[in-house]
T-cell receptor, first 111, second 111 residues
Framework: ETGVTQSPTHLIKTRGQQVTLRCSSQ?????VSWYQQALGQGPQFIFQ???????GRGNFPPRFSGLQFPNYSSELNVNALELDDSALYLC??????????FGPGTRLTVL | KQEVTQIPAALSVPEGENLVLNCSFT??????LQWFRQDPGKGLTSLLL???SQREQTSGRLNASLDKSSGRSTLYIAASQPGDSATYLC??????????WGAGTKLIIKP
């Protein structure tokens, strides 16, 4: 158990809809990173937040957006869902620049 | 652009054997290298973290080595057990504290 929780566990949406995924960081961690993992592939970095500010972004379009709150919990929002957005979404918290601790992930299916 | 490759993509060995998983990366300017384990449908568990200044790390039956100059890391698993069956991923952390991942090696230990 890493102390990082994610909700929901599973989610089914249809193309064009919007989704919000949530992550609760491990106590004391001020950095959260989000990753997308397609089936059979390694995770891809989406973005990172440090003390409520975006601190780096991977090669994802603007319809992927995020927030980090004062308690360092975080949200990942995806607008205009596409079939290829179906994946496991992982968040990881850390006390930068230390080891990242991963949550169990949210499995998103887009139909 | 950093690229991480893991070979082989899949490996099946009898219980009790020692085995080596390989990871290579194209840019030696890394902050650290980490090995993770992922069980089916689950999140990621950190196994070993090697700082860029280190050559190896050990934890129980696991030993990871790092050769930055050649862009290679190996994960050695001694006396394999069926419970070791999982996908093993390596990731390098760049100077922006972002993780770049390989696609993983799926390991099956046959009883």
């Amino acid at each position: 158990e890493t102390g990082v929780t994610q909700s929901p566990t599973h989610l089914i949406k249809t193309r064009g809809q919007q989704v919000t995924l949530r992550c609760s960081s491990q106590s004391g961690h001020n950095t959260v990173s989000w990753y997308q993992q397609a089936l059979g592939q390694g995770p891809q970095f989406i973005f990172q937040y440090y003390r409520e500010e975006e601190n780096g972004r991977g090669n994802f379009p603007p319809r992927f957006s995020g927030l980090q709150f004062p308690n360092y919990s975080s949200e990942l929002n995806v607008n205009a869902l596409e079939l290829d957005d179906s994946a496991l979404y992982l968040c990881a918290s850390s006390l930068a620049p230390d080891t990242q601790y991963f949550g169990p992930g949210t499995r998103l299916t887009v139909l | 652009k950093q690229e991480v490759t893991q070979i082989p993509a899949a490996l099946s060995v009898p219980e009790g054997e020692n085995l080596v998983l390989n990871c290579s990366f194209t840019d030696s300017a890394i902050y650290n290298l980490q090995w993770f384990r992922q069980d089916p449908g689950k999140g990621l568990t950190s196994l070993l973290l090697i700082q860029s200044s280190q050559r190896e790390q050990t934890s129980g039956r696991l030993n990871a080595s790092l050769d930055k100059s050649s862009g290679r890391s190996t994960l050695y698993i001694a006396a394999s057990q069926p419970g070791d069956s999982a996908t093993y991923l390596c990731a390098v952390e760049d100077s922006n504290y972002q993780l770049i991942w390989g696609a993983g090696t799926k390991l099956i230990i046959k009883p």
